[in-house]
T-cell receptor
Framework: ETGVTQSPTHLIKTRGQQVTLRCSSQSGHNTVSWYQQALGQGPQFIFQYYREEENGRGNFPPRFSGLQFPNYSSELNVNALELDDSALYLC?????????????????FGPGTRLLVL | GNSVTQMEGPVTLSEEAFLTINCTYTATGYPSLFWYVQYPGEGLQLLLK?????DKGSNKGFEATYRKETTSFHLEKGSVQVSDSAVYFCALRRGTDKLIFGTGTRLQVFP
């Protein structure tokens, strides 16, 4: 069974640039959630994707956007980067039942992408 | 709103000491409760979980009991090892909603 993978592992960008982070979900999982973890803090929920659509969003501005692909992998895009966007970005996958009422299953996390904005 | 409060760290222990990391929560209804562990430079790993009151989650010698009357989910281990040094996060989830994390507690175990 393949776990959750993320790429790249590290990234350095400058203010105003755009970045794309990638996540491959665990085998058998169809739902992907993204979290931002600032240094010394707990992860904060950004959004979740299921059936290639956004399925819940946290308190993040629209310049944070995402995609989910038919193979359940996902991308997180951040436009107009700000210094405060420097953080570890975590992807978590889980299984949502066919009824589509949401995932009650455990979320499994990838190793994260560490983004530094200068 | 829903929230999780953890004891501040770092918690510093000698090997084989007893560990308790306190976690309390505020939530409506009956959330599921989780402990995740983050080793240096890595992502989060699920350590244990409990989905209803009085459930006890356990894994790798760690235990936590879902106490609804005290809204707590304290993490315990009888004898810690140097390899347990990490940051521990308590989290809750209501139904199918997002995970809500505490700020984390750093554990340092010395030989």
């Amino acid at each position: 069974e393949t776990g959750v993978t993320q790429s790249p592992t590290h990234l350095i960008k400058t203010r105003g640039q755009q970045v794309t982070l990638r996540c491959s979900s665990q085998s058998g999982h169809n739902t992907v959630s993204w979290y931002q973890q600032a240094l010394g803090q707990g992860p904060q929920f950004i959004f979740q994707y299921y059936r290639e659509e956004e399925n819940g969003r946290g308190n993040f501005p629209p310049r944070f956007s995402g995609l989910q692909f038919p193979n359940y992998s996902s991308e997180l895009n951040v436009n107009a980067l700000e210094l405060d966007d420097s953080a570890l970005y975590l992807c978590a996958s889980s299984l949502t039942s066919a009824s589509g009422t949401g995932s009650r299953e455990t979320q499994y996390f990838g190793p994260g992408t560490r983004l530094l904005v200068l | 709103g829903n929230s999780v409060t953890q004891m501040e760290g770092p918690v510093t222990l000698s090997e084989e000491a007893f560990l308790t990391i306190n976690c309390t929560y505020t939530a409506t209804g009956y959330p599921s409760l989780f402990w995740y562990v983050q080793y240096p430079g890595e992502g989060l790993q699920l350590l244990l979980k409990a989905t209803k009151a009085d459930d006890k989650g356990s894994n790798k010698g760690f235990e936590a009991t879902y106490r609804k009357e005290t809204t707590s989910f304290h993490l315990e281990k009888g004898s810690v090892q140097v390899s347990d040094s990490a940051v521990y996060f308590c989290a809750l989830r209501r139904g199918t909603d997002k995970l809500i994390f505490g700020t984390g507690t750093r554990l340092q175990v010395f030989p």
